[in-house]
């Protein structure tokens, strides 16, 4: 910007009675009285104009050092300042070419009196400081509109760029200066987001509408290079004095990353963040929008309630990696199996949720749950792990099973506790009996609580014999529960009740004391006692003081822990391997034997569980049960047999049931063996019986020889 001072006149002239004139005038400017400095020569004229600013310069054409346009030349070169020329009175076309190059204005001889000095003067130094405030002010709004944080371009009335601020040049990719003259279309292109289509002309309708108007909802910016922004923009008509549209101004921003971060938000907000299906939020939303569908047009739908058999088991043993790929894999295969219209959902946990919305008959439903189950039971490969998995699925479907989503849910959940009870691996279709099931498990609950102090739980005892002699070598001490008014309940009615409301401690612990009170009874009555082995929860193994409260039990019947024998299964031993291992060291060292329950359906490795202090495998019956009818459960039968063998330990068949598993077992050198081809579970007394009975021990070691070998 021009440095000028408006209240300092220089005049260069070597008349004195110019510098009389003008010195007898009083201009005042901005309301300040104008200070008037002479030179007589353009020598000392120039060498004030080195010196501090000054708002005007009179200059004489002709001086003694210099004349004509010369003079002119060099003060313009010398000053910023307007300069006004005077000249002689037939100088007026020296003066009309002294305006051409460079001067303001000129006073003719003659006209060179006091007023016409006031007045030219104040002209010039009025225009002079009216064009600085301009300056200024231009200058000022550069710097604002170069400093927000908002693109601006702004357009002339034929909507020409005319001006792009830092921003809108970074943002277009356009400089001011090349884009000025150009269509705001070919510098400004913008598309709508969804279908990339051009977005029409925000000048033109500005200035149609003569007011702001804001573009299309979703707007993306087109950069020159081809890159794309997403943008909000605003566009507004200016006017003049007069309010007429001269142009526009375009104020636009860069969205990107909001409307990335909105979309992110509302897509977590309604998908589960490990295998982004959607979560319960969007299936209710899913699911109710069906059932609108459903009532208008009299349609079905159908809800898959689906729970993961042995998950927790699983992910316990293996940890949360191999856990989280196999939810990932089982999501994978359920949407494998369904439509593009269908939806499948993860509740949490190992749960998933299936809705159907277009079902022609309920059978429909059952095909896509049949699959399902079959998809799932082909074996997942997660990393090095080959692993089985299968699910249990309750269906419930509009309009038979409930109205509205809650009650779907509901209802198919309660069928999928059905298919769990009914042996798992299976699905079942929810029908009205099974919601009074329902009840029936929330007020076992809350008598549960007090069948301890009524003292209605009591014991069963199941053999275990020796399978190449027939004789009884232990026994398992099996939980029931005598309640009042259903009868005698087995363990699957109600531990994973007492489990769940935080009993199985002082169950465990109550089990614990009456197994030895109980052998502590019949030694006490001369009987030949065994050991007797007891079923250990994961809570019970993992309490802070179950080592000593063994001790004590033992101690408090004076009882020798050899005669204690504990049933831990896989998972339980695997749950933190550490402190296990260090638990059934102490335990050894004790006396107590031990015994890894239904062996072969964990997924803990052999190298891991060798480490643990062992005594005995005992064979889950699902292998047992199979062993004449597969031809894949033989061959893993006899490898544990011989396993257990070479590690010393007893292997132990579980749910021995006919001759022909009997003769099986034996053959391959199994130890021992339990189940109804021997003995049912039976009563203290009963069991009695059966130590005290020599007789009836060597009829059952005849009888089993006999049937085995028949
Ligand atoms: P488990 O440890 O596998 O016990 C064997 C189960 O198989 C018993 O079921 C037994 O009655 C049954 N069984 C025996 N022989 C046969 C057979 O030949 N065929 C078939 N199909 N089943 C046979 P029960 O008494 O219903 O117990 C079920 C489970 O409850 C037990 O399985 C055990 O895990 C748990 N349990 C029982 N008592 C206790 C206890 O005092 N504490 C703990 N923590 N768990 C217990
Ligand atoms: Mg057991």
Same mark, same amino acid.
């Given at each position: 910007m021009?440095a000028?001072?408006s209240?300092k006149?220089?005049l260069?002239?070597?008349d004195?009675?110019h510098a009389?004139?003008?010195?007898?005038?009083?201009?005042?400017?901005?309301g300040?009285?104008?200070?008037i400095?002479?030179?007589? *020569?353009?020598?000392?004229?120039?060498?004030?104009?080195g010196?501090? $600013?000054?708002?005007?310069?009179?200059?004489?054409l002709?001086?003694? %050092?210099s004349?004509?346009m010369?003079?002119?030349?060099?003060?313009?070169?010398a000053?910023?300042?307007p300069?006004?020329?005077?000249g002689?009175?037939?100088?007026?076309?020296v003066?009309?070419e002294?305006?051409?190059?460079? $001067?303001?204005?000129y006073?003719l001889?003659?006209?060179?009196?006091?007023y016409?000095?006031?007045r030219t003067?104040r002209?010039?130094?009025?225009r002079?400081?009216?064009?600085?405030k301009?300056l200024l002010?231009?200058e000022?709004?550069?710097?604002?509109?170069?400093s927000?944080?908002?693109?601006?371009?702004?357009t002339?009335?034929w909507?020409?760029? *005319?001006?792009?601020?830092?921003?809108?040049e970074?943002?277009?990719?356009?400089?001011?200066r090349?884009?000025a003259?150009?269509?705001?279309?070919?510098?400004?292109?913008i598309?709508?987001?969804?279908?990339?289509?051009?977005?029409p002309?925000?000048v /033109?309708?500005?200035?149609?509408?003569?007011h702001?108007?804001r573009?299309t909802?979703?707007?993306?910016?087109v950069?020159? %290079?081809?890159?794309?922004?997403?943008?909000?923009?605003?566009?507004?008509?200016i006017h003049?004095?007069?309010?007429?549209v *001269?142009?526009t101004?375009?104020?636009?921003?860069?969205?990107?990353?909001a409307?990335?971060?909105?979309?992110?938000?509302?897509?977590?907000?309604?998908h589960?963040?490990?295998t982004?299906?959607?979560n319960r939020?969007?299936f209710?939303?899913?699911?109710t929008?069906a059932?609108s569908w459903?009532?208008?047009?009299?349609g079905?739908?159908?809800?898959?309630?689906?729970?993961?058999?042995?998950?927790?088991?699983m992910n316990d043993?293996?940890?949360?990696?191999?856990?989280? @790929?196999m939810?990932l894999?089982?999501?994978a295969?359920?949407s494998?199996?369904?439509?593009?219209? %269908?939806?499948?959902?993860?509740?949490?946990?190992?749960?998933?949720?299936v809705?159907l919305? /277009?079902?022609?008959?309920?059978?429909?439903?059952?095909?896509?749950?049949?699959?399902i189950?079959n998809?799932l039971?082909r074996?997942?490969?997660? !990393?090095?792990?080959?692993l089985?998995?299968?699910?249990?699925?309750g269906?419930s479907?509009?309009?038979?099973?409930g109205?509205d989503?809650e =009650?779907?849910?509901?209802n198919?959940? =309660?069928?999928?506790?059905?298919?769990?009870?009914?042996?798992r691996?299976?699905?079942?279709?929810?029908?009205?009996k099974m919601?009074?099931?329902?009840? /029936?498990?929330?007020?076992?609950?809350?008598?549960?609580?007090f069948a301890?102090?009524?003292?209605?739980f009591?014991?069963?005892?199941q053999?275990?014999?020796?399978l190449?002699?027939g =004789?009884? =070598?232990s026994?398992e001490?099996l939980?029931?529960?005598?309640?009042p008014e259903r009868?005698?309940?087995?363990?699957?009615?109600?531990l994973a009740?007492?489990e769940?409301?935080?009993?199985?401690?002082p169950?465990g612990?109550?089990?614990?004391h009456?197994?030895?009170?109980?052998?502590?009874?019949?030694?006490d009555?001369g009987l030949?006692?065994?050991?007797?082995a007891?079923?250990i929860?994961s809570?019970?193994f993992?309490?802070?003081r179950f080592v000593?409260s063994?001790s004590?039990?033992?101690?408090? /019947?004076?009882?020798d822990a050899?005669?204690?024998?504990l049933?831990?299964?896989?998972?339980v031993?695997?749950?933190?391997?550490e402190?296990?291992e260090?638990t059934?060291?102490?335990? @050894?060292?004790?006396g107590?034997?031990?015994?890894? %329950?239904d062996? !072969?359906t964990?997924?803990?490795?052999?190298?891991?569980?060798?480490?643990?202090?062992?005594d005995?495998?005992?064979?889950?019956?699902?292998?047992?049960?199979?062993?004449?009818?597969?031809?894949d459960?033989a061959p893993?039968?006899s490898?544990?047999?011989?396993?257990?063998k070479s590690l010393?330990h007893?292997?132990i068949?579980?749910?021995?049931?006919t001759?022909e598993?009997?003769a099986?077992?034996?053959a391959q050198g199994c130890?021992?063996?339990q !189940?109804y081809f021997f003995?049912r579970?039976m009563?203290?007394?009963?069991?009695e019986?059966?130590?005290?009975?020599d007789t009836h021990?060597?009829?059952?070691?005849?009888d089993?020889r006999s049937?085995?070998?028949?």
């Amino acid at each position: 910007m021009r440095a000028v001072n408006s209240q300092k006149i220089l005049l260069i002239d070597s008349d004195p009675k110019h510098a009389e004139a003008l010195n007898e005038t009083a201009i005042i400017t901005g309301g300040e009285r104008a200070t008037i400095e002479c030179a007589g *020569t353009l020598a000392s004229g120039l060498e004030r104009l080195g010196g501090p $600013a000054v708002g005007a310069v009179f200059l004489n054409l002709f001086l003694p %050092d210099s004349s004509g346009m010369d003079t002119l030349d060099r003060v313009v070169v010398a000053t910023c300042a307007p300069i006004v020329v005077l000249g002689g009175a037939g100088d007026e076309a020296v003066c009309t070419e002294a305006m051409s190059r460079g $001067a303001h204005d000129y006073l003719l001889e003659g006209r060179l009196d006091s007023y016409s000095f006031v007045r030219t003067a104040r002209n010039v130094l009025e225009r002079e400081r009216a064009q600085q405030k301009l300056l200024l002010e231009r200058e000022r709004a550069q710097v604002t509109l170069n400093s927000i944080g908002d693109g601006v371009v702004s357009t002339d009335i034929w909507g020409r760029v *005319t001006y792009l601020n830092a921003v809108a040049e970074e943002m277009t990719g356009w400089t001011s200066r090349e884009a000025a003259g150009r269509a705001l279309a070919e510098v400004f292109e913008i598309v709508d987001g969804t279908e990339h289509n051009a977005c029409p002309n925000p000048v /033109e309708a500005a200035m149609r509408q003569d007011h702001a108007v804001r573009v299309t909802p979703n707007c993306q910016l087109v950069r020159r %290079d081809g890159q794309v922004l997403e943008i909000e923009n605003c566009t507004a008509p200016i006017h003049d004095r007069n309010r007429r549209v *001269t142009g526009t101004v375009l104020v636009f921003h860069d969205v990107s990353i909001a409307r990335e971060l909105v979309l992110k938000m509302s897509h977590l907000a309604q998908h589960d963040p490990l295998t982004d299906l959607p979560n319960r939020v969007l299936f209710r939303d899913r699911l109710t929008q069906a059932i609108s569908w459903a009532h208008r047009n009299r349609g079905l739908l159908a809800v898959l309630f689906l729970d993961l058999d042995g998950f927790k088991q699983m992910n316990d043993s293996l940890g949360h990696i191999i856990g989280d @790929k196999m939810l990932l894999s089982v999501a994978a295969r359920i949407s494998g199996c369904l439509r593009k219209s %269908d939806t499948v959902s993860r509740q949490g946990g190992d749960e998933f949720v299936v809705l159907l919305p /277009e079902v022609t008959h309920a059978a429909d439903a059952a095909i896509s749950a049949a699959k399902i189950i079959n998809e799932l039971r082909r074996p997942h490969h997660l !990393g090095e792990h080959r692993l089985n998995m299968t699910a249990s699925i309750g269906l419930s479907t509009y309009p038979f099973d409930g109205e509205d989503a809650e =009650t779907l849910i509901k209802n198919a959940d =309660t069928a999928m506790y059905h298919a769990k009870q009914c042996g798992r691996d299976n699905y079942q279709f929810f029908h009205k009996k099974m919601n009074l099931r329902n009840a /029936e498990r929330h007020s076992l609950e809350g008598q549960l609580r007090f069948a301890l102090e009524r003292n209605e739980f009591l014991l069963h005892y199941q053999p275990k014999v020796n399978l190449s002699t027939g =004789t009884v =070598t232990s026994a398992e001490a099996l939980v029931r529960w005598q309640h009042p008014e259903r009868g005698l309940l087995l363990p699957a009615q109600f531990l994973a009740i007492a489990e769940e409301s935080g009993l199985m401690l002082p169950l465990g612990r109550w089990v614990m004391h009456e197994v030895c009170r109980q052998m502590r009874a019949w030694m006490d009555a001369g009987l030949p006692a065994v050991p007797v082995a007891v079923n250990i929860s994961s809570e019970e193994f993992r309490g802070e003081r179950f080592v000593e409260s063994i001790s004590l039990a033992l101690k408090s /019947e004076r009882l020798d822990a050899h005669y204690l024998e504990l049933e831990l299964t896989e998972t339980v031993l695997m749950w933190h391997a550490e402190s296990s291992e260090r638990t059934l060291e102490k335990l @050894k060292a004790a006396g107590v034997r031990m015994a890894v %329950d239904d062996f !072969g359906t964990g997924y803990s490795s052999l190298s891991h569980l060798m480490r643990f202090a062992i005594d005995a495998f005992k064979l889950d019956e699902s292998f047992v049960r199979n062993i004449v009818s597969s031809s894949d459960d033989a061959p893993v039968v006899s490898a544990v047999i011989g396993m257990g063998k070479s590690l010393r330990h007893r292997v132990i068949a579980k749910g021995v049931e006919t001759p022909e598993q009997f003769a099986f077992l034996r053959a391959q050198g199994c130890d021992e063996g339990q !189940g109804y081809f021997f003995n049912r579970p039976m009563l203290p007394a009963q069991f009695e019986k059966l130590l005290a009975n020599d007789t009836h021990q060597s009829q059952l070691s005849a009888d089993v020889r006999s049937s085995a070998d028949a």
